[in-house]
């Protein structure tokens, strides 16, 4: 259906998966068994000793919910936690009066005490819980297992334990993370119910601690561990409470399901993600009960963690839910107003006090008379004009041949004859570099056989011609610069330089070349999209996250071609709408 669909929204694909559990359901239902519903059974898990590790019932689904409700529970708790540490890190090292070594420092600093900490309750937790933890490695299979997966040597493992005796839970913390949660998913009564609630009750509050700080970390496989060994150990305390006969490897990976869920808030992945990690298509229906569940008990208290890292860190993130309100508004009440537009010929200084004073990555170009809309350009664009020194020059007289020493000119980098399409543009692009600081124009060549013997000749020397070599219907010869003209023979100006300043890009030119102009409409963007004042605010929030926009130009003016705002991610925010536009919640 993804393959098929024009455009597969976010809301049909999670329509599509309510769909496939129903239909499971129904199935389910009619053959009266919920572990035997389908007619495909991949291979079981590896380590398995048989392939009905998972066993489901119909009166086992309060069960399944009841998980996804705690485990969303605790992805809230764990998100509202990290978000507190989040903002605390934040003002610490936001302090004006730290230098930026002294910044690097106090994060390698907070990293090694992570580490310190991290170690020391690892090492200390298996020495007190020894008397729960130390095993005969020929009296539990769960050890045996981990320790022939890992090829260790039985004594490796004592973590102060006795002659000829393993630390259960040492084994565990020290051995591999992926051998660990294989096995509890496999048979969660092969441990003990005080190792499995220990790893848990250690690892959660790592996580909370670990995940944000300046080094590369992961969450996935923690959330696996602490929400198997919740899961599987809560499965063991009822069975042992209320002998309800609970398959305890079902709700080891349903305490993994819902405490991934109740963290990142993702469902359809999820579930694909456990249903092949595991092999088996007969736990589709308890995990998307238990990870849909967790989702919305989750989601009444705050964001996923992706989300509220995004928004913690003042990025503007826009969700795929589109308000009632927005229907409303149009799109003049939220544009960012007057536009900072740029001419398609425009001076060099004018460009590098434009950069300097914005911070903006795109600008509108427009016609410097009629001031109508032909374009968008990007910052970086404008930057490597400068930067390459490749200026225009306007000139009257017009040549009507074309020579070869015009190809080998060392001033030229590349010609830009005017199309018929956009004729108020002519240019020729030449490399500041250059010994000449004349120009050279081409329009036309009336004599078709000069102008094919010499571009032959110009191909055998000049092969990246051949691909930039166009004629239009007025039997113009057009040399196009795209991407296949040769960039290695631009020579940056000496007196130029580029420079970062907080995140945006500046130019510094030398006082030569103020007055060049700069031919803005030979790089732009001419197919940039734009829409109308009047356009509601909820067609054009739908255009610009479908089309993944940076920029949406807005026309208005008497004859409606004039640029009269910009729409930029910022301008499509809850906050920014609410603050220019009214309060959005006051009509859903």
């Known amino acids: 259906m993804e393959e098929a669909s024009t455009f597969f929204a976010h809301p049909l694909l999670f329509k599509t998966l309510v769909c496939t559990a129903i239909a499971t359901f129904c199935l389910t239902v009619y053959r009266g068994n919920l572990s035997e519903y389908g007619v495909i059974t991949l291979a079981p898990l590896e380590g398995t000793l048989n392939g009905e590790i998972f066993l489901n019932r119909f009166t086992e689904i309060p069960l399944y919910a009841a998980w996804g409700a705690v485990g969303g529970l605790s992805g809230a708790f764990f998100n509202h936690l990290w978000e507190s540490m989040f903002h605390m890190r934040q003002g610490f090292f936001k302090r004006q009066k730290v230098s930026p070594i002294g910044r690097i420092i106090e994060k390698l600093t907070e990293v090694g005490l992570l580490s310190i900490i991290t170690s020391i309750l690892t090492f200390a937790l298996p020495m007190l819980m020894r008397q729960y933890t130390c095993k005969n490695p020929d009296s539990t299979v769960a050890i045996k297992m981990l320790l022939v997966d890992e090829e260790s040597d039985l004594s490796e493992h004592r973590f102060g334990c006795g002659k000829n005796q393993i630390d259960e839970l040492g084994v565990i913390l020290f051995g591999s993370r992926e051998s660990a949660i294989k096995f509890i998913l496999t048979d969660p009564t092969m441990f003990e119910p005080a190792t499995l609630l220990s790893v848990g009750l250690l690892f ?49 990976l349903l305490g993994a399901a819902a405490l991934l869920s109740g963290i990142q808030r993702s469902t359809v992945s999820l579930c694909v993600i456990l249903l092949e990690g595991t092999g088996q298509t007969k736990i589709l229906i308890p995990v998307i009960i238990t990870v849909v569940v967790a989702r919305y008990v989750g989601d009444f208290f705050n ?5 509220m ?13 589109i308000k009632k309100s927005y229907d409303v508004y149009k799109v003049k009440d939220v544009m960012s107003s007057p536009a900072l537009t740029i001419n398609s010929v425009e001076t060099a200084r004018n460009i590098e006090l434009m950069l300097k004073q914005t911070g903006h990555h795109g600008f509108p170009v427009v016609d410097a008379n009629t001031k109508k809309f032909l374009g968008l350009v990007r910052r970086d664009q404008l930057v490597a004009l400068l930067e390459c020194g490749i200026f225009t020059e306007t000139s009257t007289t017009l040549m009507k041949d074309l020579t070869r020493k015009s190809f080998k000119a060392e001033s030229m980098l590349a010609l830009t004859i005017r199309d018929d399409r956009y004729h108020k543009f002519p240019s020729f692009i030449s490399s500041s570099g250059g010994a000449s600081e004349s120009s050279i124009k081409l329009e036309t060549i009336d004599d078709d056989t000069v102008r094919d013997d010499i571009l032959d000749n110009e191909f055998d020397e000049y092969s990246w011609l051949m691909d930039n070599v166009q004629e239009t219907n007025r039997n113009s010869l057009v040399i196009t610069g795209d991407d296949a003209l040769p ?4 020579r940056k100006s000496n007196e130029t330089t580029v420079y970062s300043d907080h995140g945006k890009l500046i130019v510094k030119l030398d006082e030569a070349h103020y007055s060049k102009n700069v031919d803005i409409a030979a790089v732009m963007n001419q197919g940039a999209y734009c829409v109308a004042t009047g356009l509601p605010l909820s067609k054009a929030y739908t255009m ?30 809850p906050d920014y709408i609410e603050s220019h536009a009214g309060d959005i919640n006051r009509l859903d």
């Open 204 to 252: 959660f509050p790592l996580m909370t601690l670990t995940f944000g700080v300046n080094i590369p970390s992961g969450i996935f496989m923690p959330t696996m561990l602490v929400g198997a060994s919740l899961g599987g150990v809560a499965c063991i305390a009822l069975n042992s409470a209320l002998d309800l006969g609970l398959n305890s490897s079902t709700y080891a």
């Open 303 to 307: 964001h996923g963690i992706y989300e």
């Open 309 to 321: 890292a995004i928004e913690a860190k003042g990025y503007p993130y826009l969700d795929h839910h």
């Open 487 to 490: 960039t290695g023979s631009i």
């Open 544 to 573: 610009f996250t479908t089309l993944g926009l940076r920029h949406l130009v807005v026309l208005g003016g008497k004859d409606g071609g004039e640029v009269v705002g910009v729409l930029t991610r910022v301008n499509f925010t």
